[in-house]
Structures are given as C-alpha cells and as structure tokens.
C-alpha cells in the first residue's frame, strides 16, 4: 500500500540533469511531493540543518567534497534529518561509508525509478519517525530513573531523623514500663521497636547506597587494611555469641581506598556471618596477600544458601529466605553494597555456599605495591 501523504524533499547536487530526472521521477510516484533543489554543498548544509523537509537526497559528488563530508558535517552538528545518499557508481565501499556516517538508505541512481525513490521515502520518514519515538521514550525513561532515585533519597533523607526519635521514645517507654504495663502490651512495644528498627536499617541502608553511587573511585590514598579489619574484627569477636578467629598476614596490607567504606565492606560480611549462622557457631575471618591481591574472606559454618537462589544474592533487596532464615531481620541491601564498593575499588567480590553447611564471603582488592 502506498502512503498518500505528501513529504517535502530536498535534493543537493551540483548536476541541474539529475535534479530534472529526479523531479520527473517524483512527478510520476503516487504521492504529491514537493521536490526542492540545491546545487552548492554549503547551502546543502545550511538547509539539512535547517530541517524543513522531510527527507534529503545527497549526490556523493559535490564539486571537491562528497554527500558523505555533507552527512557528516550536519551529523556533527547535531542533526538527525534522514538523509538518503545517491551515486552513479556501484561502489559496496560508499554504501558502508554512507551508513557508517549515519545515512538513512543509499541509492544507486541508475537502479532507481519512481516505485524504488516511494518506498526509500516512505522508509526514511519511518525510520526518523521511530527514531523520535525511541528518544522520547529513553529521554522519559531517564527522567523517571532520576525522578525515583531523588524520590528515594528524599525519604530516605527526610525518615531517617523521625525514625531515630521514635526509637528513642520506645526505647524509654520500655524502661519506663517495664514492671507496669501487662505483659502483652509490653510485647507490643517490643514489635513496634522491632519493626521501627527494620526501617532505620533499610533507610541507612538506602543512605548509604546514594553515597557510594557517588563516589567516583579512583583512590589515592593508602589505607593500612589489615587495621580496618581488625577493629571491625575486635566489634564482632567481643560480642562472644560464635566462635571467632582471626588469621592476619604478618605484613601490613595497604590498599587504595576510602576507610569508611572498606569498614562498611568488611562490617557487612561479619555481621551476615553473625546473623546467618546459629549462636556458637564458627567463624574465621582471614586475610593474606598474594602476589599484588589482598585476599579478604568470612567463612562460617551457619545455615548456607539454597543452591537455586544463590544467583540472585547481590540484587538489591533481595533475601535469601529458606525455612531456617526467614525470621532472621534484613534489607536485602548489604551485599549490593558490598559488590558497590569493592567494585569502585577495582576489586571483585566472590562467595561459596552449601545449604546447611555454611557459606565464604569474600573480595580481591588490589594491594598497593613497595615501589
Ligand atoms: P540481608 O542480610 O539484609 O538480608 P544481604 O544483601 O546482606 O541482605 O544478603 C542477602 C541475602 O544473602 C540474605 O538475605 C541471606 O539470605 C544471604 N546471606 C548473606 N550472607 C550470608 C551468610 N553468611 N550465610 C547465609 N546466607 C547469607
């Protein structure tokens, strides 16, 4: 089917011939289109970039320039007019040189006739059309992805303080009615702190995402981190419900970084091995160097996870439930974070798990070098 509609077409050429056989040709096609001519390669340019007509020709040869310098020249500009080169020669080179530069078609001007000029319109007005569609469509669709993050980050920002100060308040409440409130309304106040604590630690964990998202890596500054997981270490170990241990390298490990989120890193690993295994259980935090790499891991003997989730485990929020986890409180959040931030420290994070046996979380970072 043939589209009736009338386009306004541009042709550039420095041959008058060629403009008067195109325009017999256009004259013969079914639709009724206006044909415009322009036989110098700069007014060539200002009319591309003026965008009046809805498909434009180009001659390859333009006196000492080609259609191909043309299409570049108004690419570069900035216009995406669909743009359709002509030739007289049967050359494969243009053609690829002509799209590579971003022409929408190429023609071979002693293949054309009016049906084949129809239907190079109708598919260059097509293209541009869905062209537009597709940048509209990425243009809402980034407008909306920085509508959400702004969305988030203002609620997280804006709950964070509300949420610490009806901590607080339960938090004395608690005391204050320890031996007077009945037991089953006391047991209320312990769910309401339960769960006001659940939305602190997704609002801190969302908090601290937006931070790391901004941080641009690229650390010069040595950080001695063998210190950091000892003190994170010394945190978790004193509070004695597992069976701890610590293997440090005998030499300092120094990497380039930023400390505060390294100890997030290391922080969030210890506190999933806490959490995922059951009290009295072991864990062996471990650190060594080998060659330039310092090797960090958690191994615990706790609860593992299910084989079939275990490839979904960095997406953010999500959580591994099986039957012996599911009570245990989270945001899905830590090892997103934790794959953020050693990533921006050119590192890679790894894990092994066997459901019920125990699971080894760990990460590479590269150690800053003696010279
Ligand atoms: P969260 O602990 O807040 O749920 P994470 O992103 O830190 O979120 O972890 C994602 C999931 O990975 C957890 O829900 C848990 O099921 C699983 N997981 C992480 N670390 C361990 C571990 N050491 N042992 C068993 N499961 C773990």
């Known amino acids: 089917m043939i589209d009736a509609k009338s386009y306004k077409l541009l042709l550039i050429d420095d041959d ?3 403009y008067i056989l195109t325009r017999d040709l256009v004259n013969d096609m079914q639709g009724h289109h206006k044909l415009d001519w322009v036989d110098q390669y700069e007014t060539g340019i200002k009319w591309v970039l003026q965008g009046a007509h809805d498909v434009y020709f180009v001659d390859y040869f333009l006196g000492d320039k080609t259609g191909v310098d043309l299409l570049k020249a108004v690419r570069e500009r900035g216009s995406r007019a669909p743009v359709i080169i002509l030739t007289g020669l049967d050359d494969n080179g243009i053609d690829l040189e002509a799209l590579e530069a971003g022409a929408t078609d190429y023609l071979q001007k002693s293949a054309i006739n009016a049906t084949l000029l129809e239907r190079a319109i109708r598919y260059a007005v097509r293209q541009q059309y869905n062209q537009n569609r597709l940048e509209d469509l990425v243009q809402q669709v980034s407008h909306l992805e920085q509508l959400k993050t702004d969305m988030i980050r ?8 509300p949420l610490t100060v009806i901590f607080g308040y339960i938090d004395l409440l608690q005391s204050d009615l320890k031996d007077k409130l009945e037991p089953d309304y006391f047991q209320y106040l312990v769910q309401i702190k339960s769960s006001v604590e659940h939305m602190r630690q997704i609002v801190g964990d969302i908090l601290s995402l937006e931070r790391i998202a901004e941080l641009s890596g690229g650390y010069t500054d040595p950080v001695d981190f063998s210190k950091i997981v000892r003190e994170v270490y010394d945190r978790y170990a004193t509070q004695a419900t597992h069976d701890f241990e610590l293997e440090l390298p005998d030499e300092t490990v120094i990497v380039y970084g930023a400390k505060a989120e390294l100890r997030e890193a290391v922080a969030n690993l210890l ?17 060594s160097v080998d060659a330039d790499v310092a090797l960090f891991t958690v191994t615990d ?20 439930k099986s039957k012996e986890t599911r009570m245990i409180d989270g945001t899905g959040l830590g090892l997103h974070l934790v794959k953020n931030i050693i990533e921006r420290h050119n590192g890679h994070i790894h894990f092994e798990s066997e459901y019920l046996k125990g699971s080894t979380f760990g990460f590479m970072l590269p150690q800053v070098g003696d010279d």
Not at 154 to 161: E, F, P, Q, T, V
Not at 272 to 284: F, H, L, M, S
Not at 301 to 320: H, S, V, W
Request: aromatic share 10%.
């Open 16 to 18: 008058e011939d060629e």
């Open 301 to 320: 003997n706790g609860y593992g996870i299910p084989l079939e989730m275990q490839d979904k485990l960095f997406q953010p929020f999500y959580r591994a």
């Open 154 to 161: 203002i609620a997280a920002h804006d709950l964070r303080n």
């Open 271 to 287: 506190s999933n091995a806490v959490k995922y295994t059951p009290e009295n259980g072991r864990i062996v935090v471990h650190l």
